[in-house]
């Protein structure tokens, strides 16, 4: 198994009625997320609403949670910015938190150049070298692609380790597969991609959907490691309209909805997503009933 397993989870922040962050509700949805089927955790990523959080919000999120589920899984912080001095300071108060690795998003808004991205990366890992790093390729959130051959030369560095890959794009993965070492690990960004990225040399997944079924997905990966190629494919293909369900609008309007579905006490999004969209709790409700993942 690979540095932070095969499920990874990028976890919500639950929010009170009005607005704050609910501590006591992450801490019991982490360890739930624990006992079925998450091996790590990300906090404060982009599932976790980062851009509207303040980082002694984030700092606070990343101790619950790593006492919550101290010894049973990791905890990644998502300590990644625009700014390559704030992205240093956050990875280094991550470090000091004791937590097992950071997640590193593409600098938004800004567009660097692949040698600026390269930098970025290289000066945040050096910072905390004994910090492992996953990177995170995400072009239709930050406006800028990682390319391979920056994937590729960053991997030489000793604590990246892992790279978070939503491009959507099978032959940038193919690419950084045949140029990096076995040890490098890549992840699907997208719950849909993650069988087909499996089969071109991923390690798992950093998954939203894993808050509802994070167990099928780990046996679907351990499937597919297995070499049962036919179980983890009726099991991709069960949850695939899940899958897509969760992603009709932007990320995590669709999975709060479905948590407060099952009766998880997890608030609103923050401004400015907004999840009022009358058609969303029918669709979730539909799919998720054909999954059996209501009572009743």
């Not at 625009?82 to 997640?103: F, H, Q, R, V, Y």
């Not at 800028?144 to 993965?173: F, Y």
């Not at 899940?242 to 948590?259: E, R």
Request: proline share 7%; glycine share 8%; aromatic share 6%.
């Amino acid at each position: 198994m690979s540095h932070f397993g095969r499920v990874i989870t990028a976890m919500i922040t639950p929010f009170t009625e009005d607005g704050e962050v609910d501590y006591a509700v992450a801490e019991k949805l982490a360890v739930h997320l624990v006992e079925h089927g998450s091996d790590t955790l990300v906090v404060c990523g982009t599932t976790g609403e980062s851009p509207t959080l303040t980082w002694d919000e984030e700092f606070a999120l990343f101790q619950v949670v790593q006492k919550a589920i101290s010894g049973k899984a990791k905890v990644i912080a998502g300590a990644g910015s625009n700014s390559t001095k704030e992205a240093i300071a956050a990875t280094t108060k991550a470090n000091t938190l004791g937590l097992d690795g950071t997640l590193q998003v593409v600098p938004y808004y800004n567009k660097p150049p692949q040698d600026g991205l390269y930098q970025h990366f290289r000066a945040i890992a050096e910072a905390s070298p004994e910090l492992p790093m996953m990177l995170y390729n995400i072009p239709g959130r930050t406006g800028q692609n990682l390319a391979p051959e920056t994937v590729v030369h960053l991997a030489e560095i000793p604590n990246i380790v892992a790279i978070k890959e939503a491009s959507g794009n099978l032959d940038q993965v193919s690419q950084i597969r045949r140029s990096t070492p076995p040890e490098f690990c890549i992840y699907s960004g997208d719950d849909s991609l993650t069988l087909p990225m499996l089969a071109v040399g991923a390690k798992g997944v950093v998954s939203v959907a894993s808050h509802l079924v994070g167990d099928p997905l780990q046996q679907m990966v351990q499937a597919f490691e297995q070499g049962q190629v036919e179980v983890a494919s009726q099991i991709h293909l069960k949850l695939f309209p899940l899958f897509k369900a969760l992603f009709v609008t932007a990320n995590p309007i669709p999975l709060k909805i479905a948590l407060r579905l099952q009766g998880w006490p997890v608030g609103s999004t923050r401004s400015p997503l907004a999840d009022h969209a009358s058609y969303l709790e029918p669709l979730l409700q539909t799919v998720m009933t054909e999954l059996g993942l209501l009572a009743g």
